[in-house]
């Protein structure tokens, strides 16, 4: 099994910083990879409020690399201008995860005696774990595949 570590930012105090991750979670890596790019630079507050959002199909993620067919929603391109895209879904499984996360870094915040109102999401990444390959026999010697990704997500966050 491989080695694993946290990135190391440079500039950063250790005792103003919070980690947490995820690790082989059933999750599509192409969703998790566009949520992640969408809460990086957010306050940590706000990223607990926009998944919330997601997750109640209120507000839709822009799709910036891997949106190749994915429909368009309305108001995408006003509501977030910098990714200059009108494509976008609502990956609620991937939400529920991160967001599982997100409150995982906050409790590793406040025990490590950060102020939680302060956090800014630094560092947040996904990716890829294993890939489950089996096949299912089925009838006249067919087989249909049963395939499931899974995916690791490692999220930094500061005191600003």
């Not at 499931?148 to 930094?156: G, P, R, Y």
Request: proline letters at 5%; one cysteine or more.
């Amino acid at each position: 099994m491989g080695h694993w570590r946290y990135p190391q930012i440079q500039g950063l105090d250790e005792s103003k910083v919070a980690k947490a991750v995820i690790r082989d979670a059933p999750i599509s890596f192409k969703e998790a990879y566009e949520v992640c790019k969408v809460l990086r630079g957010m306050k940590l507050s706000e990223a607990e409020e926009l998944l919330k959002k997601v997750i109640e199909l209120k507000e839709p993620i822009p799709y910036v690399r891997f949106k190749r067919n994915i429909a368009h929603k309305a108001g995408l391109s006003t509501k977030w201008p910098q990714w200059k895209t009108a494509s976008g879904r609502y990956p609620v499984k991937v939400a529920k995860y991160i967001l599982k996360l997100l409150e995982n870094v906050k409790n590793n915040a406040s025990v490590k005696g950060l102020n939680v109102e302060k956090l800014k999401i630094i560092h947040i990444a996904a990716h890829r774990s294993y890939y489950l390959k089996k096949w299912m026999p089925r009838a006249f010697g067919r087989a249909t595949p049963w395939f499931k990704t899974h995916t690791s997500v490692e999220v930094i966050v500061a005191e600003v």
